[in-house]
Antibody
Framework: EVQLLESGGGLVQPGGSLRLSCIASGFTFNSFAMSWVRQAPGKGLEWVTSITYNGGDTWHADSVKGRFTTSRDNSKKTLYVQMNSLSAEDTAVYYC??????????????WGQGTLVTVST | EVVLTQSPGTLSLSPGKRATLSCRASQSVSSRYLAWYQQKPGQAPRLLIYGTSNRATGIPDRFSGSGSGTDFTLTISRLEPEDFAVYYCQHYDDSRTFGQGTKVEIE
């Protein structure tokens, strides 16, 4: 059974930083692209970032480009996103998502339960 | 960038009725890269349909997808109580854009 367990969310002040982690199990982690998708309170889904199976390429939404950095450690079966210069607009539940293949295009076939990031004073 | 517009925003129906959800793209997209997701309150989204019409593993056959070009449809043939949720379409080619969602609520 595919499982994706996010951690690292919490309350952070505007301008601060946070690193989210996602530990994967139940599939061959190094054979699939991975992504983060977020959902602001009461809002819809927003794709944030994706990374290829080997970490060789990453893509980021314009809203986070230059502030978020995505990486993975295949030996630890873990996906990361380093989030810097956070603002209130980044407040959301962040979902770790498994892609359906090694690289684009892929749909999101499994989702974690999400971790809440709140940016506030 | 492709923009996906879902309609209606809210669909109020009774259990047992047929639900038809629309997803319109701002430009023609490949039907190979259109997906639908279901999200229940307090839960993560779940993949329902990929490639416009392919049901994901474990998805009952009352869910079906169709469409091409700019117009795509998710149909729930007979609504079960567990089907009342929010549904999102997504174009998963370059932009990975999501629609804004359609809420299916009990009438």
């Amino acid at each position: 059974e595919v499982q994706l367990l996010e951690s690292g969310g919490g309350l952070v002040q505007p301008g601060g930083s946070l690193r989210l982690s996602c530990i994967a199990s139940g599939f061959t982690f190094n054979s699939f692209a991975m992504s983060w998708v977020r959902q602001a309170p009461g809002k819809g889904l927003e794709w944030v970032t994706s990374i290829t199976y080997n970490g060789g390429d990453t893509w980021h939404a314009d809203s986070v480009k230059g502030r978020f950095t995505t990486s993975r450690d295949n030996s630890k079966k873990t996906l990361y996103v380093q989030m810097n210069s956070l603002s209130a607009e980044d407040t959301a539940v962040y979902y770790c998502v498994k892609g359906s293949s090694v690289s684009r295009p892929y749909y999101f076939d499994h989702w974690g339960q999400g971790t809440l990031v709140t940016v506030s004073t | 960038e492709v923009v996906l517009t879902q309609s209606p925003g809210t669909l109020s129906l009774s259990p047992g009725k047929r639900a038809t959800l629309s997803c319109r793209a701002s430009q023609s997209v490949s039907s190979r890269y259109l997906a639908w997701y279901q999200q229940k309150p307090g839960q993560a989204p779940r993949l329902l349909i990929y490639g416009t019409s392919n049901r994901a593993t474990g998805i009952p056959d009352r869910f079906s997808g169709s469409g091409s070009g700019t117009d795509f449809t998710l149909t729930i043939s007979r609504l079960e109580p567990e089907d009342f949720a929010v549904y999102y379409c997504q174009h998963y080619d370059d932009s990975r854009t999501f629609g804004q969602g359609t809420k299916v609520e009990i009438e």
